[in-house]
């Protein structure tokens, strides 16, 4: 099983917005409901920021929010502050056999 | 509060064993899976492989299996990653989470434990 892709950085300055890919195929991202979205900064346990592709567990703002098209699931941080620095990973259901993959992680710059 | 506890840092030897744990608080342990997640050091997460205290039903991901075990003792709450012969490449922080919903596997965990750094050298 591959990990999902994502891009290595993104970055936006305070106050806008930003989008973070996650690209897998049908057998994963395509085929279920279930991908989430973890953010981790340094030194810490990443935490659960997104998970059904689309909802927020309770206290996370709602600056962020989770989409999926096709094979693709994206993360939108909006009003970029500068506590939304980090590294910020994506992870799948991926079936009964295999059941479940991460993104390779995207460093997140806050300028 | 529902939490997940894990055992202190380790320094091995290449060819040693090890057994770390993660104790479950605050929920009923025997009901939702348990995971074990893999970060070396600079990269990413990788998942490792998840157990069901319940009836002690093991998964592993392929690039896991035979390299790992993974068990749990739901008399104490406690699930465990061992190794029977480390590799200086088992160095790493290894992070035990919890799975967001009862007694269903849908790779979400929204419980995480504090980590485990292992660090393997001669």
Redesign the interface.
């Known amino acids: ?1 591959s ?1 999902l892709t994502q891009p290595p950085s993104a970055s936006g300055s305070p106050g806008q917005s930003v989008t973070i890919s996650c690209t897998g195929t049908s057998s994963d991202v395509g085929g279920y409901k ?1 991908v ?1 979205w ?1 953010q981790q900064h340094p030194g810490k ?4 920021m997104i ?2 592709v689309s909802k927020r ?1 309770s206290g996370v703002p709602d600056r962020f929010s989770g989409s999926k098209s096709g094979n693709t699931a994206s993360l939108t941080v909006s009003g970029l502050q500068a506590e939304d620095e980090a590294d910020y ?1 994506c ?4 079936g ?1 056999n ?8 995207t460093k997140l710059t806050v300028l | 509060e529902v939490q997940l506890v894990q055992s202190g840092a380790e320094v091995k030897k290449p060819g040693e064993s090890l057994k770390i744990s993660c104790k479950g608080s605050g929920y009923s342990f025997t009901t939702y899976w348990i995971g074990w997640v893999r970060q070396m050091p600079g990269k990413g997460l990788e998942w490792m492989g998840i157990i069901y205290p319940g009836d002690s039903d093991t998964r592993y991901s392929p690039s896991f299996q035979g390299q790992v075990t993974i068990s749990a003792d739901k008399s104490i709450s406690t699930a465990y990653l061992q190794w029977s012969s480390l590799k200086a490449s088992d160095t790493a922080m290894y992070y035990c989470v919890r799975e967001v919903i009862v007694a269903s596997m849908r790779f979400t965990f929204n419980i995480w434990g504090q980590g485990t750094v292992v660090t393997v050298s001669s």
């Open positions: 099983q990990a279930y989430s973890y346990a990443p935490k659960l998970y059904e567990p990973y992870s799948s259901y991926a009964s295999n059941l479940g993959v991460f993104g390779g992680g």
